[in-house]
């Protein structure tokens, strides 16, 4: 992707292989809560656009060490903005005219037309504010998404290669890439957890089943210790009535032996 530019990185380390692309997409669809691998592609991503973010932010430094007046900046950002504008259109006006949409790639370039000319009215406002001193001074601003600088007197031509060229088509997937994987991770990341709780809640009403299965199971014991019990105090007290008071007594008696 990024091939013969000021960030290659030369070739990947890593195994490239068909096959195991497939096993993964095979292993995606059916555990599509394991986030594991998006999760370390998404950690490297972020790390490789951190360090482009860290670039933009050092450029600005340096830009504001020399500062415009804030209402020549709003003036030269609005010619930047424009400038933007038309590189974009115009390296999507190629790509459509290579791809055989002729009839898309013209109605960008009648948009083109206009940005051009908002363009040029706008140049000649901010150099009729400019001081004649000031006039062949360069001013640049960084790309939000390479960390590229650009000038405010970049040509379309210019401006065209730079937003359709290699480096920063290359930033703009990687950082697409990295909101997609987020998004991707965050729903896996959500599904797993919904999957955890489900199963705690599962094992939750197991055991709660099985306490109250060993609850009644005690229940039922008890209550046939208790009427055994009964019973037998029953018989007990039956017998006693039963027997004579010379036989109550010699029961008495040989109790009180026994003592």
């Not at 594991?36 to 340096?62: A, Q, Y």
């Given at each position: 992707m990024f091939t013969n530019t000021k960030v290659d990185a030369g070739s990947c380390p890593l195994v490239h292989s068909v096959s195991l692309r497939d096993d993964y997409q095979k292993l995606a669809s059916k555990?599509?809560?394991?986030?594991?691998?998006?999760?370390?592609?998404?950690?490297?991503?972020?790390?490789?656009?951190?360090?482009?973010?860290?670039?933009?932010?050092?450029?600005?430094?340096?830009?504001?060490?020399?500062?415009?007046?804030?209402?020549?900046?709003?003036?030269?950002?609005?010619?930047?903005?424009?400038?933007?504008?038309?590189?974009?259109?115009?390296?999507?006006?190629?790509?459509?005219?290579?791809?055989?949409?002729?009839?898309?790639?013209?109605?960008?370039?009648?948009?083109?037309?206009?940005?051009?000319?908002?363009?040029?009215?706008?140049?000649?406002?901010?150099?009729?504010?400019?001081?004649?001193?000031?006039?062949?001074?360069?001013?640049?601003?960084?790309?939000?998404?390479?960390?590229?600088?650009l000038s405010l007197h970049d040509n379309d031509r210019r401006l065209a290669d730079h937003f359709g060229g290699k480096l920063h088509m290359g930033y703009v997937h990687v950082r697409n890439r990295v909101a997609e994987l987020e998004n991707l991770v965050n729903e896996k990341r959500e599904r797993a957890r919904e999957k955890r709780d489900r199963d705690r809640e599962r094992d939750h009403d197991r055991h709660r089943d099985r306490d109250r299965d060993r609850n009644r199971d005690r229940y039922h014991r008890d209550r046939d210790r208790d009427s055994r019990d009964r019973r037998r105090s029953r018989r007990s007290r039956s017998r006693s009535k039963s027997q004579s008071p010379r036989e109550r007594r010699r029961h008495r008696h040989r109790d009180s032996d026994d003592y």
């Open positions: 555990d599509d809560d394991d986030y594991r691998v998006e999760e370390e592609v998404l950690m490297s991503l972020r790390s490789f656009v951190k360090e482009c973010d860290r670039k933009i932010s050092h450029g600005k430094k340096r830009l504001e060490e020399n500062p415009l007046p804030p209402e020549l900046q709003a003036k030269a950002d609005q010619i930047h903005d424009l400038g933007e504008h038309i590189g974009k259109k115009l390296a999507e006006a190629e790509k459509l005219g290579e791809q055989g949409n002729v009839d898309e790639s013209m109605a960008l370039l009648h948009e083109v037309e206009d940005l051009k000319y908002k363009k040029r009215i706008a140049e000649e406002d901010y150099k009729l504010s400019l001081p004649p001193s000031q006039l062949q001074q360069q001013r640049l601003r960084v790309c939000e998404v390479c960390a590229a600088y």
